[in-house]
């Protein structure tokens, strides 16, 4: 029975240092700790948070770059296209020309070649003309030298002009 | 009750082995010795058990010393101050003045027998042994309380401190270990228990009330000096946190605790009115709760002290029988013994954390909220 009694003093120290005890540990002990616990445990689930936020805006982040490489992309082909376009033009504008210019030089040089081919046989028809008038009055000349001859011709001419 | 059941169980399987292992040597001396000598070892056998149950008693209940070990008739003990108030003035002294129950102190000795067995008494005009008016001495209990509660507070506040160096940064030594547990505390003792409204105003004190009695406990196993005697083996400690508990229980009680109580809602009237039934026993409730605290986790604590001196005792039985059989019990014994200390250790977690939890339902339930 004695051991299931309370002895007094026991109590009685018991009670002082129970209550000590409470109030050391309630008073220096405990509070930081369950703040500390708090605070790391709030600081946890705010990175926790913080990370899902940041992996969020990455990947918004990720699909806007996809999305402007996309339109970059397209533009660059557009861009291409039209300086192909342009370029094409650009040769075929100049193959143009340059046929035309040909065409032109040839042109004039064939009309050029034309006049001087016929100042040319301008000039010949006239050199002819006076070789001719030169080597008939020689021919004349030598043929007329006898009066009987030239009475002759003369007398041929008539005739052939009558008979026309 | 499992621990009960345990108990038993080792028990049967411990007599089956003595009966088998014992019947030759008790049949051998009975016919080599007369009867009578056979009955005069008995006898001596019986008073050494006899003894050896005072041994046990002794390690259990409080003492005004630390009996550490004793060589042939030597003891070897650390004495403690004896405080007394006694006819109008406070006495002082050493315990070593009593040279171990043999001596006296200005008349105060130690009871040999009866009610005051152990206890400072002293003889008063008629010659009857009275006990003194207040006796506060600082007895093994009160110093080993006062040891393990040093260690508590140095424990947490040093826990404190790193909480307080290391902020927001991940736990680390003695704190790492002690982490768990406070987590558990606050969220499955006090917020399961108690409601996310007013868990925070009682957290603390569920702290120190779990470490303290778990800190006990665990120091109770430790069967050497200053240890040597379990604190929360014995009723006043336990009481003492037990009253705590009904303090703040009542202090903190609302008005639906108390309607609960005096006027039990969903019960029929003729149990309040005109015998108060259920009053009456809603009241014995109030005080039955912490009752039943203070015997559960002494009457944990003090069984298993108890069981492991048992079986230790049981060696030196039997070795008065014969000195083979003493050795061949031990390593019996010595494995109860491991088994029971392991059996203690998983105690001293689990009644630290069925006493918090305990007292924080009461909380809760003072607290608590009417649902309708």
Redesign the interface.
């Known amino acids: 029975m004695?051991?299931?009694?309370?002895?007094?003093?026991?109590?009685?120290?018991?009670?002082i240092?129970?209550i000590?005890?409470?109030f050391?540990?309630?008073k220096?002990?405990?509070?930081?700790?369950?703040?500390?616990?708090k605070?790391?445990e709030d600081?946890i689930k705010e990175s926790l948070e913080a990370a899902k936020d940041a992996r969020d805006q990455m990947k918004q982040m990720q699909a806007e770059n996809e999305k402007l490489l996309q339109e970059a992309k397209e533009e660059r082909d557009a861009i291409l296209a039209e300086a192909r376009k342009i370029k094409d033009k650009i040769i075929d504008e100049a193959r143009m020309k340059a046929l035309q210019e040909a065409d032109s030089i040839v042109e004039s040089a064939r009309e050029q070649i034309n006049n001087e081919k016929r100042a040319a046989l301008i000039e010949m028809k006239n050199l002819v003309a006076d070789y001719s008038i030169q080597i008939a009055e020689k021919v004349l000349k030598e043929e007329l030298k006898e009066k009987q001859r030239q009475h002759d011709y003369v007398e041929k001419l008539i005739e052939e002009t009558n008979l026309n | 009750m499992a621990r009960q059941n345990l108990v038993n169980k080792s028990v049967v399987l411990l007599i089956i082995f003595f009966l088998s292992l014992s019947m030759p040597v008790f049949a051998a001396p009975q016919h080599a010795k007369q009867e009578s000598e056979f009955e005069k070892e008995q006898k001596e056998a019986e008073q050494e058990g006899f003894e050896l149950g005072k041994l046990i008693i002794e390690h259990i209940t409080d003492s005004y010393e630390y009996h550490i070990f004793q060589i042939g008739e030597h003891h070897f003990t650390v004495s403690l101050p004896v405080i007394l108030y006694d006819q109008g003035h406070w006495v002082t002294f050493w315990s070593s003045e009593f040279h171990h129950h043999h001596g006296e102190y200005k008349g105060y000795y130690i009871a040999e027998k009866g009610n005051n067995q152990g206890k400072i008494v002293r003889k008063n005009a008629e010659g009857v042994e009275v006990r003194p008016r207040l006796d506060i001495s600082i007895t093994r209990t009160v110093g080993t309380l006062m040891l393990n509660s040093l260690m508590v507070i140095f424990i947490f506040l040093w826990v404190a401190k790193t909480y307080r160096r290391r902020k927001e940064m991940a736990p680390k030594g003695f704190q790492s270990f002690m982490e768990p547990l406070i987590v558990f505390i606050r969220d499955d003792v006090a917020k399961a228990s108690i409601g996310k409204d007013h868990y925070e105003r009682f957290t603390p004190f569920l702290l120190t009330l779990f470490f303290f009695i778990f800190f006990n406990n665990l120091l109770g196993i430790i069967p050497f000096f200053p240890w040597s005697v379990g604190v929360t083996a014995n009723t006043a400690i336990t009481g003492v946190m037990a009253l705590a508990v009904f303090i703040i229980t009542t202090v903190n009680g609302n008005k639906h605790y108390w309607t609960d109580i005096f006027n039990t809602p969903g019960v029929p009237w003729w149990l309040k009115f005109p015998i108060p039934l259920m009053p009456i026993v809603e009241v014995m409730g109030l005080f039955i709760k912490p009752i039943v605290l203070m015997i559960r986790l002494f009457a944990n604590m003090i069984a298993g002290h108890t069981a492991i001196m048992g079986f230790v005792a049981l060696i030196f039985i039997f070795a008065k029988f014969s000195v083979g059989l003493g050795y061949g019990v031990s390593v019996v014994s010595v494995m109860f013994s491991i088994f029971l200390d392991m059996l203690e250790v998983l105690v001293a977690l689990i009644q630290a954390y069925v006493f918090t939890i305990l007292s924080a339902l009461y909380f809760g339930m003072a607290v608590e909220k009417p649902h309708h």
């Open positions: 004695s051991v299931l009694v309370p002895g007094f003093g026991v109590f009685f120290w018991m009670t240092i129970f000590l005890v409470v050391i540990l309630g220096f002990a405990w509070p930081p700790i369950l703040k500390g616990l605070e790391r600081s």
